[in-house]
């Protein structure tokens, strides 16, 4: 065995470095041209601190081509005057910034900017460091801001009427589907609102089962997601905790998703799967289900706006006639709200000198002007966070070159702002999630018999740690 | 009579080997379908096996390289944690090792049970301590504040102590008498005759310090001071699945490892099947 496997690793280590001694640069790109480019796969150096300007800090929790982009705009900021300096330091991820920003408490080591994703908007209010956008726009005269941010956008970081972070890069759930496939079997791909009932018609059309009884192409895929399950709740206008999803001005202290729309939710998915026009993927089946979808295997998928470049770029890439539209998160016939935002924010800390959370707040304003939202937008999947963003050249482009954005911008728009509809704000939001998903695991494996008894059990983990987490806040 | 043995010994043989061929196989799937992944290009919807085996994207390591240059001084900083912790945890372990096993002095057996109570205390209940010592020191941003809380080990004292009780106490008082002094005697007869353990020791150090990820995280901040497993997240894509040069960089920082291993295998082997012989 060890002959065998160091022989074979041996084989594997030269193979690699062979490759990497010989292969020419241009190989990357050249191989597949495709009309739908992504981000640029570049280095992006930071740009080099002026003398004299005032360092501002700032932790982002964006990697990959994503993270390329929040370093472009930092350039930006950085070339466009010289008072100031932003550094800007990845930390690895969403959950480990705010985990650092924890440790951090303690010695006071915070950064003056960090950007914080949704679920962390409790967690941050809590740490008594942050200082609030609001106070900073009140103080400035400034508060025609909050009219110029998109409306759903500024209720997803205002809590009990303050707004406590800059809307920075935001998105929003749709599903997916394959416009090709869905004009095969007959149906409308330009209907973007659709029914539980629909869906479930809808993917019985799209299933196809070859001459042997295999199935070749499942109508719908599933996986268990928490984020999908809040937007539910937000869609029908229903609380996803009490009293007022957290955003009033006590805190929110019992988590309620355990109801009708929950429930009607978790039997829709479950029909699909047991009908057989449905494909279940299991937890932390969300990058087979994308691949599936790209590759026509899968006809309709759940994801997020900010994929829709990466799915028509692999679709376009895997070559097998998938044709990317986006619809409605699917609903019962009488929902009444919208879907929420997700994403994240800019938050200012307060540890920093006047001079340097001066320096702050004014990446922070620069950060949502027109111009910034509208090329940010463009080069990534999340729409602009201000409204006047839309008059930018460069979003009027990406608009014309991808119109499904304009469903998802419809889609945050479709009701008016209400506690319900908009996200809740708790501090064991991202352990909640957890628990989320193991409910619809042991429903759709059948291991818990009805979604009342799975999500009942999700509804009580979920208390008894936010109880615990209310307890250790005043 | 005399086939049926070697009937069943060449069976026994083909087993065997059918059996080894099949573990380095799932040993090495990891491996190969992180390559697999990275040579597919930048796309949502990888396979298995790549669809399209002659128009596979080698280019990707060097994009890899490209993208971040830092990737390299991330893999030294990583061998210099990694090997400092190591050669610190063998010495200090050792010394306590030796102590509790050959010397006699009052409060011994408190020492030993307060070194093994240490290793009761979970790692992240100690973090935020840790975190506010070593950033009052200001050693955020250097090799020593990545090195210094990692240099004696309980774990390691245990070990050692555990293998060194095992050698006969009749060769360390032949040593004393022959008017061998006690560091002496750990150097030149404790320690070869420890490879073994030692080996074991050390190559479990060098993974578990090269594989560390919160820690470096916590006390560093600028780009040139991450370590490999921090470093590397830069590369994982968020809101696009899609993994090409996350795997590549992965298989990158991978490799020294995988080449110490290689290259490490003979010296591991003997040390471990000649300490066996002696011991």
């Given amino acids: 065995m060890k002959k065998v496997s160091v022989l074979l690793s041996f084989a594997l280590v030269c193979v690699l470095l062979t490759a990497l001694a010989i292969v020419p640069t241009t190989a990357f790109t050249q191989d597949n041209p495709t009309p739908t480019p992504l981000p640029t796969l570049t280095l992006v150096p930071p740009v080099p601190q002026p003398e004299g300007s005032i360092k501002i800090t700032f932790w982002y929790g964006l990697g990959g081509l994503l993270g390329n982009v929040v370093q472009e705009t930092v350039n930006q900021y950085n070339l466009s005057q010289t008072t100031y300096y932003v550094e800007a330091i990845f930390q690895s991820s969403y959950d480990d910034t705010i985990n650092k920003i924890n440790a951090g408490l303690a010695s006071g080591d915070l950064p003056d900017v960090v950007q914080i994703f949704e679920a962390g908007t409790q967690r941050m209010i809590d740490t008594g460091r942050i200082v609030p956008v609001q106070s900073l726009l009140e103080r400035d005269g400034m508060l025609g801001l909050l009219d110029e941010l998109e409306p759903a956008v500024r209720a997803n970081y205002t809590v009990g009427g303050t707004l406590y972070s800059m809307p920075f890069n935001s998105s929003t759930a749709m599903l997916y589907i394959n416009r090709a496939a869905f004009v095969e079997a007959g149906l409308d791909p330009d209907k973007t609102i659709w029914t539980y009932e629909e869906i479930l018609e809808a993917a019985r059309q799209l299933t196809v089962t070859d001459a042997n009884g295999e199935v070749s192409r499942y109508g719908l895929a599933v996986y268990p997601e928490s984020w999908f399950f809040e937007q539910i709740h937000a869609v029908h206008d229903q609380l996803f905790g009490t009293p007022a999803n957290g955003r009033g001005d006590t805190r929110m202290d019992a988590y309620a998703f355990n109801g009708e729309v929950g429930v009607n939710y978790f039997n829709f998915l479950n029909s699909a799967i047991t009908e057989g026009t449905a494909l279940y993927y299991g937890t932390g089946g969300g990058a087979a289900a994308g691949s599936d979808f790209a590759t026509g295997r899968v006809a309709m998928h759940f994801s997020s706006i900010a994929s829709l470049r990466t799915l028509i770029a692999s679709a376009e890439r895997a070559g097998a006639g998938v044709d990317v539209g986006v619809v409605m998160m699917p609903r019962q016939p009488d929902a009444a709200g919208r879907t929420i935002v997700g994403g994240a924010s800019l938050w200012m800390t307060n540890v920093g000198s006047p001079e340097v959370q001066e320096g702050a707040w004014d990446f922070l304003k620069w950060s949502v002007t027109p111009e910034v939202q509208a090329v940010w937008a463009a080069n990534t999947g999340y729409y602009p966070v201000v409204t006047t963003a839309y008059d930018q050249p460069a979003m009027q482009e990406a608009l014309v070159q991808f119109p499904q954005f304009q469903v998802a911008i419809d889609s945050i728009r479709m009701a008016p702002v209400s506690d319900a509809n908009s996200a809740h704000v708790s501090g064991v939001f991202v352990s909640m999630r957890t628990d989320v998903i193991t409910a619809m695991d042991d429903f759709f494996t059948g291991r818990v018999p009805t979604a009342q008894e799975a999500l009942d059990n999700a509804v009580a983990l979920a208390n008894e740690k936010l109880e615990e987490y209310n307890s250790t806040v005043p | ?279």
């Fill in chain 2, 1 to 279: 009579m005399t086939t049926a043995p070697a009937y069943s010994k060449i069976s026994y043989r083909t087993v065997m080997y059918v059996l080894l061929v099949l573990m380095s196989i799932i040993l090495l799937f990891p491996l190969f379908f992180a390559l697999s992944l990275a040579l597919q290009g930048d796309t949502a919807a990888p396979t298995l096996i790549p669809r399209d085996l002659n128009n596979l994207d080698w280019g990707v390591f060097r994009a890899v390289f490209e993208q971040r240059p830092e990737v390299s001084r991330w893999i030294l900083n990583s061998f210099v944690v990694a090997t400092s912790v190591t050669v610190g945890v063998l010495v200090t372990s050792s010394l306590m090792a030796f102590a509790l096993a050959y010397l006699e002095f009052p409060g011994k057996a408190v020492l030993l049970f307060v070194a093994l109570g240490t290793l009761m205390v979970p790692f992240e209940a100690t973090l935020i301590p840790n975190y506010l010592f070593i950033s009052s020191l200001q050693w955020k941003d250097t090799y020593q504040g990545l090195i210094v809380p990692f240099l004696a080990s309980a774990f390691g004292v245990f070990l050692l102590r555990q293998y060194f009780m095992t050698l006969p106490k009749d060769l360390y008082e032949a040593a004393l008498v022959d008017g061998c002094t006690k560091l002496r005697y750990l150097w030149s007869i404790l320690v070869p005759l420890s490879r073994p353990a030692l080996a074991t020791l050390a190559v479990y150090t060098f993974l578990g310090t090269w594989n560390q990820f919160y820690w470096p995280l916590l006390i560093t901040n600028s780009t040139e001071w991450r370590t490999t497993q921090v470093g590397i997240t830069v590369f994982r894509n968020f809101e696009y699945a899609v993994f090409n040069t996350q795997m590549a960089a992965t298989i990158i920082v991978m490799l020294p490892t995988l080449i110490l291993l290689v290259l490490g295998q003979r010296q591991l082997v003997s040390g471990l099947t000649s300490g066996a012989l002696k011991g």
